[in-house]
C-alpha cells in the first residue's frame, strides 16, 4: 500500500493517537518490550475512516453479545464472529474438590482470580476412574454426587465466562486412566497383557465409549443444559497426553483415535474436539523429530502430523516441559528448545493441518534444581510472545493454557508447578498483560475485519462494510 496516497481526516488521526496512547497505558511496563516490536497493525493505516469509527464501537463486543459456541475457521478460533486467541489454564481437581462442600469454594476462588488477570479458558478432568472419591466407580456405574459436582464446575466457569476444555480419560495411573479400565476388563476375565490393550480390545474401547456418552449426553443438574449442548464447553480432549509405547509405529494409537473421534463427534458434532497429544512427531514425518525434545519421544506412539489429519478433529494440542524433557535443571537451552519446538508446531498447524494449535500445557517446576521465580517469568514470557508474533499475523498459534493454577490454601495438591497468583506479583502482571493484548486483538478484528485482511472479501448487504474471512490478517 502506498501510505503516500491516504487522505486521513485530521479528526480520525486524532482518534488512532488516542487509540495508540491507550494501547500503550494499558501495557505499559518496565520489563516488556516495546508495543511496536509485537502490535504492528495494519488497519491503523487504513484508508477507509468508516472502518475505524467501527472498530471503536466494536471494542469489546464479546461483553455484550451472546455466550455462543467457540467455533472454528481456517487456523482461527472464533466466537461470535470474531477471532478467540486463547489465555488460559489448567486445574485438574476442580471436579474432585466441588465434591466436597468443605474444598468447593476453591472452584471459585480459582475462577475468581483466573478472570481477574483475564483468562478466558481453563482445561480440567472430566473424569476419576475407580479411585478416591470417583466419578465412575465401575463400568458405568457413577458416583451422583461427583458428577453433581462436575455440573456446578461447569455452571460455575460460565459466571466468570470461563470456557473448559473437558478431558475424558489420563494416560497415567493418576485418576485411574487407563489402566484402571485394564483392571476392569481383568476383573471381568479378560486375558489382557498390557495397559496399552486400552486402545485395541473391543470391551475396553466399549467401556470408553459408554463413559463419554454418559458425560456428553449428561443433563446439568444446576442450568438444566445438556453438556453437548452447552458453550460454556471449549472442547472435548479424548485422552490426557495419550502413549502407546507397546507399537511404537503409531498405528495402534491411530486407530484408537480415528474411531473415538468419530465416535464423539457423532454424539456432539457442535464441539470442537481435540486429542490431548504433547506434540512428539513420529514415523510419518522424520523430518520433524529433529524438533522433539529426545530420541526416545520418537518411541511413544504418537505421531504429531498425523494424529491431527484425523476425520472429526479441529485443533492440534501440543505440550511443554523442556524441565522434563531435556534436563531437570534449569538452563538457556530450556528457552531455546520453547521457541522451537512452539514455532515448528505452528508452522505445522498453518502450513499442513490447517488448523489452530493450542500449547496446553506448559510450565516448570520449582522443585528444579537451579529454579527461581525470575526464571519461571522468563519462560511465561517467551510462551506468550511466541504466540503473539503468530497472533498478530492472524495465525494459527490459539493460544497457550498455563500448568497450573492454584488458589492459597491448596499447597498439598502442588507438583511443584503451581502458579498461585497472589503470592507471584510478577508473573500474575505477565499473565495479565497478555491477556490484556489477546483481548485487544480479539475485539478489533472481526468479520469486519481492520487488519489487512487479503482474501474472502465480501459486502455486508444491509450497511456496506466489507466482511473479511480471518484465514489470514
Same mark, same amino acid.
Given at each position: 500500500m502506498d501510505y503516500s496516497q491516504i487522505d486521513i481526516t485530521c479528526g480520525t488521526l486524532l482518534l488512532q493517537l488516542?487509540?495508540?496512547? /491507550?494501547?500503550?497505558?494499558?501495557?505499559?511496563?518496565?520489563?516488556?518490550? %516495546?508495543?511496536?516490536? #509485537?502490535?504492528?497493525?495494519?488497519?491503523? *493505516? &487504513?484508508?477507509?475512516?468508516?472502518d475505524f469509527y467501527f472498530g471503536l464501537r466494536n471494542f469489546g463486543v464479546m461483553e455484550d453479545e451472546g455466550w455462543t459456541m467457540v467455533q472454528k475457521h481456517g487456523n482461527q478460533f472464533m466466537v461470535n464472529g470474531q477471532p478467540f486467541y486463547v489465555n488460559g489454564f489448567n486445574t485438574y481437581?476442580?471436579?474432585?474438590?466441588?465434591?466436597?462442600?468443605?474444598? !468447593?469454594? %476453591?472452584?471459585?476462588?480459582?475462577?475468581?482470580?483466573?478472570?481477574s488477570v483475564g483468562l478466558t479458558v481453563c482445561r480440567t478432568w472430566a473424569f476419576n476412574d475407580g479411585q478416591w472419591r470417583a466419578l465412575q466407580k465401575s463400568p458405568a456405574v457413577y458416583d451422583e454426587q461427583v458428577f453433581q459436582a462436575l455440573d456446578f464446575v461447569i455452571s460455575e466457569a460460565k459466571k466468570f465466562k470461563i470456557r473448559l476444555i473437558l478431558s475424558l480419560v489420563n494416560n497415567w495411573e493418576a485418576y485411574g486412566g487407563k489402566s484402571q479400565y485394564v483392571k476392569w476388563g481383568k476383573a471381568a476375565g479378560l486375558n489382557l497383557t498390557s495397559d496399552d490393550d486400552f486402545f485395541s480390545h473391543p470391551t475396553l474401547k466399549g467401556y470408553y465409549k459408554a463413559h463419554v456418552k454418559m458425560v456428553l449426553d449428561r443433563v446439568n443438574t444446576v442450568n438444566n443444559v445438556t453438556y453437548k449442548d452447552d458453550p460454556t464447553i471449549f472442547a472435548w480432549e479424548l485422552m490426557n497426553e495419550p502413549r502407546c509405547e507397546?507399537? =511404537?509405529?503409531?498405528? @495402534?494409537?491411530?486407530?484408537?483415535?480415528?474411531?473415538?473421534?468419530?465416535?464423539? @463427534?457423532?454424539?456432539?458434532? @457442535?464441539?470442537?474436539? #481435540?486429542?490431548?497429544?504433547?506434540?512428539?512427531?513420529? =514415523?510419518?514425518?522424520?523430518?520433524?523429530?529433529?524438533?522433539? =525434545?529426545?530420541?526416545?519421544? $520418537?518411541?511413544?506412539?504418537?505421531?504429531?502430523? !498425523?494424529? *491431527? $489429519?484425523?476425520?472429526?478433529?479441529?485443533?492440534?494440542?501440543? *505440550?511443554?516441559? =523442556?524441565d522434563s524433557w531435556i534436563s531437570q535443571s534449569i538452563s538457556d537451552a530450556h528457552i531455546d528448545f520453547t521457541k522451537a519446538w512452539m514455532q515448528s508446531h505452528i508452522d505445522d498447524a498453518e502450513n499442513f493441518l490447517g488448523m489452530p494449535v493450542v500449547f496446553a500445557e506448559f510450565g516448570v517446576s520449582a522443585k528444579d534444581p537451579g529454579?527461581? &521465580?525470575?526464571? !519461571?517469568?522468563? /519462560?511465561l514470557n517467551t510462551v506468550y510472545k511466541t504466540l503473539l508474533n503468530s497472533t498478530k499475523m492472524g495465525g494459527g498459534g490459539g493460544g497457550s493454557l498455563l500448568w497450573q493454577l492454584f488458589p492459597e490454601g491448596t499447597d498439598y495438591m502442588d507438583d511443584g508447578y503451581a502458579v498461585v497468583l497472589s503470592k507471584s506479583p510478577s508473573t500474575s502482571d505477565i499473565v495479565s498483560l497478555q491477556s490484556r493484548r489477546l483481548k485487544t486483538f480479539n475485539s478489533l478484528c472481526s468479520w469486519r475485519c481492520h487488519w489487512g485482511c487479503k482474501k474472502h472479501h465480501h459486502r455486508h448487504p444491509g450497511t456496506g462494510t466489507t466482511l473479511l474471512y480471518h484465514d489470514e490478517l
Open positions: 488516542l487509540f495508540i496512547l /491507550f494501547m500503550y497505558l494499558d501495557t505499559s511496563n518496565a520489563d516488556s518490550p %516495546k508495543m511496536e516490536d #509485537e502490535m504492528n497493525i495494519p488497519w491503523l *493505516h &487504513s484508508s477507509n475512516n468508516n481437581w476442580l471436579m474432585v474438590f466441588a465434591a466436597d462442600q468443605s474444598t !468447593r469454594a %476453591k472452584v471459585t476462588e480459582v475462577f475468581q482470580q483466573a478472570s507397546s507399537d =511404537p509405529s503409531g498405528n @495402534k494409537l491411530q486407530a484408537w483415535l480415528e474411531e473415538m473421534a468419530v465416535y464423539v @463427534k457423532s454424539i456432539d458434532p @457442535k464441539h470442537l474436539l #481435540e486429542i490431548g497429544v504433547e506434540g512428539f512427531y513420529g =514415523p510419518s514425518t522424520l523430518n520433524r523429530v529433529q524438533f522433539n =525434545p529426545n530420541t526416545y519421544a $520418537q518411541q511413544v506412539g504418537t505421531d504429531f502430523i !498425523r494424529n *491431527h $489429519q484425523i476425520l472429526g478433529v479441529d485443533f492440534a494440542s501440543v *505440550h511443554i516441559y =523442556p529454579y527461581n &521465580s525470575t526464571y !519461571r517469568d522468563t /519462560f
